[in-house]
């Protein structure tokens, strides 16, 4: 069998099922790894029009389990400078909310923890990505602005379904999940259920 025909006989449905391209795989895990960090807060920004403290805790974790990780094994080369500022960002916040008095009206706080976490969460995704996904580096940098910009556009959705949440779930929704009930939220049985 010629190579030719050995191309053919190899691209033919007897086959079985195609290997996934790596940079499909890379490129995807980076963009749900992104999504899983910015879903949740941009849809509680639509909804509630306040990042919850726990969003902002678990970003926290992880941006500094990975600044310690990084740390311990002295990577310090591994990322650039600003990488390692973005992982130490939410312990500054956390810091800065801890010292900052209550009392005293710095409300302009809860702004900086909602612009850190919606805009940090892209980036912090990216950082993740870069370490944790082995193909990463390998991947065109369309592939990883791509998986960047999914990032963004599904928490600009999650933004807007939790804007818009009305439209699709009901005050029972969120009654039921063990959250409270947004202002603009219709009343009604909960959608999913029958």
Request: aromatic content about 12%; proline content about 7%; some cysteine.
């Amino acid at each position: 069998m010629t190579e030719e025909s050995s191309a053919v006989a190899d691209s033919g449905p007897s086959r079985g099922p195609r290997a996934i391209d790596p940079r499909l795989r890379a490129t995807a895990t980076a963009a749900v790894g992104g999504t899983l960090v910015i879903w949740w807060p941009a849809f509680t920004l639509g909804a509630y029009d306040a990042v919850f403290f726990d969003t902002v805790l678990s970003l926290w974790a992880v941006a500094t389990s990975v600044l310690l990780s990084g740390l311990l094994f002295r990577s310090r080369g591994a990322l650039p400078w600003g990488g390692w500022v973005a992982l130490a960002l939410p312990s500054v916040w956390v810091v800065l909310a801890a010292v900052t008095p209550r009392t005293h009206g710095f409300p302009y706080l809860h702004y900086a923890e909602a612009a850190l976490t919606l805009v940090g969460a892209p980036f912090l995704a990216w950082l993740l990505s870069r370490i944790l996904v082995p193909d990463y580096a390998a991947l065109p940098v369309l592939h990883r602005l791509g998986a960047v910009g999914v990032t963004i556009l599904v928490g600009v959705l999650a933004f807007l379904l939790g804007k818009f949440n009305y439209l699709f779930l009901t005050c029972s929704d969120f009654d039921v999940s063990g959250n409270n009930a947004p202002a603009h939220c219709v009343q009604g049985k909960p959608f999913n259920r029958v």
